[in-house]
């Protein structure tokens, strides 16, 4: 969901704040990337990486 109600004092996003978010995207291939913003200001940039495992990558049996 996104919204366009960007207060008109709001700062533009740094290149460096803007590098890291799409560093941090690049960076995982199945996740979440989580983008924490106070009075209009990025504060923190978080993701969760999830992997996907197989049943041939599995070490053990069951018995």
């Known amino acids: 969901?996104?919204?366009?109600?960007?207060?008109?004092?709001?700062?533009p996003v740094s290149q460096n704040i803007e590098q890291e978010i799409l560093w941090?995207?690049?960076?995982?291939?199945?996740?979440?990337?989580?983008?924490?913003?106070?009075?209009?200001q990025v504060v923190k940039i978080e993701s969760r990486e999830k992997i996907r495992v197989s049943p041939a990558d599995y070490t053990h049996k069951v018995k």
């Open 1 to 11: 969901m996104t919204h366009n109600t960007a207060p008109s004092n709001s700062q």
């Open 24 to 40: 941090v995207i690049n960076g995982i291939q199945y996740g979440l990337v989580e983008i924490l913003i106070h009075a209009g």
